[in-house]
């Protein structure tokens, strides 16, 4: 599958925030400056120490003389592309990585490199072409193979069924690499206190903590112990919340996997939940080893993981429908009552003020996800969306590339739309929390990945979302999200229903402005944020894994 995909990725699929993995460096040459002609080598070094000491910005002017210094190599190429990557200028990091791919095409650093970069700038399917790439020069590339994965889930020209084979292709192969160890034998009594290890490396303000806080304050200590472990290296307010929320905490991001597995089996943890699964910062070769006598996945990747040592995965019916979501998984699946998220806002956002359409006279559409996440499907419901309703607006933000924000206002312009109706921008961190949806009447979900985050915080702060749902579990979050809400009429089944209910909603002010009165205290007294109920039903699925482990151990 891999090497399909890698030779001919676009015959294949048709013509047409965990937050990024680092790119990866090379080059460790030694430090020779103070010669009078340095060598190709010796500027690369140089560069890279002016990048470490003063930023990549520093680093480019040693990084070009390389290049001009020796041209038939790829390696100041690469070093360039990391250098702009960092400095955030990704469409100038593509075309360094292009050119170097071009001298050494089976470099698989640099297809992945490439991959990443195409990737966060949002053309899904050259990323795919790359990470394929990647993944097939370097079977064993634990990174590439994930970020494979997870691009795929963007891609509205693969099946659910083409992304199962895709990971279960990779699981064979790295559980071959990674075999289960025997575990010593446990305390295996059912009704007792349970020891259950997290691994994340998103304990921080993350997505993830978003959804998991709500869990770890709100926990039953009477019946379960939390055991951190930490696989990453920001720290700030929330990991400090988290730590009083842990009965054992470990900063783990700089342990082998056997180092991390001893560790584990040390703390006679019962059952491991793993945040991540095809993200940043996993640790599935911890888990495909069998560091627990039971192995969860939830919340960080909206699949399976592939790996026939992770037990269960945790989810909800309407996200995971029965039962053909079950025959996707490998793992069993565990659902939750309502849907499979409690959020918790990172703040305080204001109450939500006046529609801005009253004040504008026009509608003003927004999409606040990655851009990775806005498929040629999705753009063309926009387009139709705008073209029906002439004078409404359109706001994108997470834009990260010039390149791409130009490609789609030229789409719209085919389509009659002017470009002074489509802005974007980067994403702006510097905004206080909540506030970035100023100015916005309603939002548009992506498809095939809908959001989750924001689609929540949309919600919480008196903007309602139209979500598109579609078979795999990736495509319907804002179907979980949204009917949990009793707001199941703003998800439509087909592209033509998309567009017809956000023209329906735009047209109609008052239901516009019922909507931004009552969606606060609809959120505050749904399933979303009782986070004491949540927490109990979460650790009832953590009890009801344990107890099917019992129930499957041979008797003595």
């Known amino acids: 599958m891999f090497a399909r995909i890698a030779r001919g990725i676009r015959s294949t699929l048709a013509a047409g925030e965990p937050e990024r993995p680092t790119v990866v460096e090379r080059a460790v040459v030694p430090d020779a400056s103070a010669h009078p002609s340095p060598s190709a080598e010796e500027l690369i070094s140089e560069g890279l120490r002016q990048r470490r000491q003063f930023g990549p910005a520093a680093a480019i002017p040693w990084f070009e003389r390389a290049a001009q210094l020796d041209p038939n190599s790829h390696m100041p190429l690469l070093m360039l592309g990391n250098a702009a990557s960092e400095a955030s200028d990704l469409d100038r990091a593509v075309g360094y990585y292009q050119a170097a791919r071009d001298l050494k095409p089976k470099d698989y650093l640099v297809r992945y490199n490439l991959g990443l970069n195409q990737l966060w700038r949002g053309y899904v399917h050259e990323a795919i072409e790359e990470l394929a790439g990647a993944s097939y020069l370097n079977p064993s590339y634990l990174a590439a193979h994930s970020s494979l994965i997870f691009a795929l889930h963007n891609s509205d020209r693969t099946s659910p069924e083409e992304i199962v084979a895709v990971i279960r292709e990779w699981a064979a192969n790295f559980s071959a690499q990674h075999p289960a160890t025997a575990i010593a034998a446990a305390d295996t009594a059912v009704d007792r206190k349970l020891r259950v290890g997290f691994i994340s490396g998103d304990f921080r303000t993350h997505s993830v903590a978003q959804f998991f806080e709500p ?63 095809h993200t940043e910062f996993n640790r599935l070769a911890v888990f495909a080893q069998r560091a627990a006598p039971v192995q969860v996945t939830y919340l960080g990747f909206p699949n399976s993981t592939g790996l026939p040592t992770m037990d269960f995965r945790i989810t909800d019916a309407l996200t995971d429908p029965h039962p053909v979501a079950d025959t996707w998984h490998t793992e069993r699946l565990l659902r939750l009552p309502d849907s499979q998220w409690c959020f918790r806002p990172f703040g305080a956002p204001p109450l939500p003020g006046s529609l801005p359409a009253r004040a504008a006279g026009y509608v003003t559409f927004g999409s606040f996800n990655n851009m990775m996440k806005v498929s040629d499907a999705i753009l063309r419901c926009w387009a139709e969306i705008l073209v029906k309703l002439p004078k409404s607006r359109l706001f994108l933000t997470r834009v990260r590339s010039r390149e791409r924000a130009a490609e789609i206002v030229a789409t719209m312009e085919r389509s009659g739309i002017a470009a002074d109706r489509i802005e974007w921008s980067p994403y702006r961190s510097e905004v206080p929390y909540g506030l970035q949806f100023a100015g916005i009447d309603i939002m548009l979900d992506t498809y095939p990945y809908n959001g989750v985050t924001t689609t929540c915080e949309s919600l919480y702060v008196g903007v309602p979302v139209i979500s598109l749902h579609g078979r795999h579990c990736v495509s319907r979050s804002g179907l979980s999200i949204l009917t949990t809400l009793g707001l199941g009429e703003l998800v439509a089944a087909t592209p033509e229903q998309y567009v017809e209910i956000a023209v329906a909603l735009a047209s109609d002010v008052a239901r516009l402005e019922q909507l931004r009165r009552e969606l606060r205290d609809r959120f505050e007294r749904s399933p979303l944020r009782d986070e004491r109920t949540f927490a109990k039903n979460f650790e009832d699925l953590l009890q009801t894994a344990w107890r099917r482990h019992h129930a499957s151990r041979p008797s003595e």
């Open 215 to 277: 869990i770890a304050s709100a926990r039953n200590r009477d019946s379960f112990e939390y055991i951190f472990y930490s696989n990453g290296s920001q720290r700030d307010a929330v990991t400090e919340r988290l730590r009083e929320c842990a009965d054992v905490w470990h900063d783990v991001g700089q342990l082998t996997d056997n180092a991390l597995i001893e560790l584990i089996r040390a703390d006679r943890v019962d059952i491991l939940a793993d945040l991540s699964g």
